[in-house]
């Protein structure tokens, strides 16, 4: 078996994005101050506000890497980097937009119909359309070869029928990427059979019935396809090839920085009160944290330079995503090591209310986009370990 090695080239921040980065954080102070939004735990997840992301979109900070002849920006992806950096950093409500902009809108610019395309897209870079992804459903979790859920071949179109689990963000889209089987199942080729479509989630027969998480927050979504009507039209690609689409789109899913900056809000508030008079533990426990904050971000900017030159780094972010939920967990478990009791128990502090929000939240990390089960056994095969 030959053995591919991971690659993280290194990256350099040309000046155009470090120019951007004091636009979009004195955005984001004017935001703060004015009210636009209170800082959270798993922004990205989470914080959902239509408004904010409209105010994104106008800012031209949405589709910023896809070409302008479809309505985006045409700036690299170290520029989008440089946003997506900062909006986590703040603890901003973006997780209206996430998934249109990070995966839904790349894979309807490359596979779908021009006349879809050219109505979805420029209303997602405007932040004015949000999207699902509809991948997992009950009883196959990360194992997406066995998806059940079925698109049969009717007059004019398709009619999908079976269930969708783990949706983020589908009680709030206008749309769904949606990984159907399209053949029976050959259980010698088990990733032949499967399309993607886009389904309007307005549809009759759709019904998205939300699952609260252990904070009691709706993010997780079941949806339900009785005799839902899909045009042809809205087929993303060829039918039968879906399953090479959803590889390169989790390439972009797990890839990006909010695998290890979820909690980073939760760091940078719990600093304002921890700098005075550090003890030594504080000091360790810091700069643990910051070490391993720098080795994520470098190999997450090193996926972002793959992308930039047309790559589909699956197995680096596979490796990434699950170092980066494990970190996760350690930073809030540090942070509530060394934080004073004062600062953990108070009602009213945004150190303790932040901490509150991630220490709940943490444990969806590692379910989302994969579980670190399946993402360890995608790196063993590439370390040639089985």
């Known amino acids: 078996m030959s053995v591919t090695r991971f690659r993280f080239p290194y990256v350099e921040m040309p000046e155009v994005a470090t120019q951007l980065r004091v636009e979009v954080r004195e955005f984001l102070a004017e935001q703060r101050a004015n009210g636009g939004f209170v800082p959270m735990a798993d922004c990205w997840a989470s914080g959902m506000s239509a408004e904010f992301s409209r105010k994104v979109g106008q800012r031209g900070w949405l589709g910023m890497t896809w070409d302008k002849k479809y309505g985006g920006h045409g700036r690299t992806f170290l520029e989008r980097y440089v946003v997506t950096e ?30 879809v395309r050219d109505h979805i897209i420029p209303r997602i870079v405007a932040g004015e359309c949000f999207c699902a992804i509809g991948m997992s459903e009950p009883n196959t979790g990360s194992d997406l070869a066995s998806v059940a859920t079925k698109a049969e071949k009717v007059d004019g179109g398709w009619r999908v029928n079976g269930t969708k689990l783990w949706s983020t963000g589908a009680h709030g889209g206008d749309y769904m990427v949606t990984l159907l089987r399209t053949s029976p199942v050959d259980t010698k080729a088990r990733h032949e059979g499967l399309s993607q479509f886009i389904i309007d989630l307005k549809s009759p027969g759709v019904e998205i019935r939300g699952i609260a998480d252990i904070a009691g927050q709706v ?6 396809f009785e005799d839902v009507f899909v045009p042809d039209d809205y087929v993303l690609g060829e039918v039968g090839g879906g399953w090479k689409m959803v590889v390169g789109e989790l390439a972009l899913e797990r890839s990006g920085p909010e695998r290890f900056l979820s909690s980073f809000i939760v760091f940078q508030e719990a600093m304002k009160v921890l700098v005075n008079n550090p003890t030594d533990k504080t000091r360790e426990v810091l700069g643990q944290v910051v070490a391993k904050i720098k ?25 990434v995503k699950d170092m980066s939920t494990n970190f996760e967990r350690e930073l809030l478990e540090k942070i509530r090591s060394v934080l004073p009791q004062h ?28 579980t670190n089960e399946v993402l360890k056994g995608m790196i063993a095969r590439q370390l040639g370990m089985r």
């Open 343 to 370: 600062a953990l128990v108070s009602l009213d502090s945004l150190t303790a209310n932040l901490l509150r929000e991630g220490i709940l939240r943490v444990p969806s990390s590692t379910l989302r986009g994969g």
């Open 295 to 319: 080795t994520l971000r470098r190999m997450s900017l090193g996926i972002a330079g793959l992308l930039q030159e047309g790559a589909s780094p699956e197995m680096e972010a596979a490796l």
């Open 86 to 115: 900062e909006m986590l950093a703040a603890g901003a409500p973006v997780m209206a937009h996430w998934i249109a902009d990070r995966q839904s809108g790349p894979q309807l610019i490359k596979n779908a119909n021009p006349e």
């Open 219 to 224: 993010h997780f979504n079941e949806t339900q």
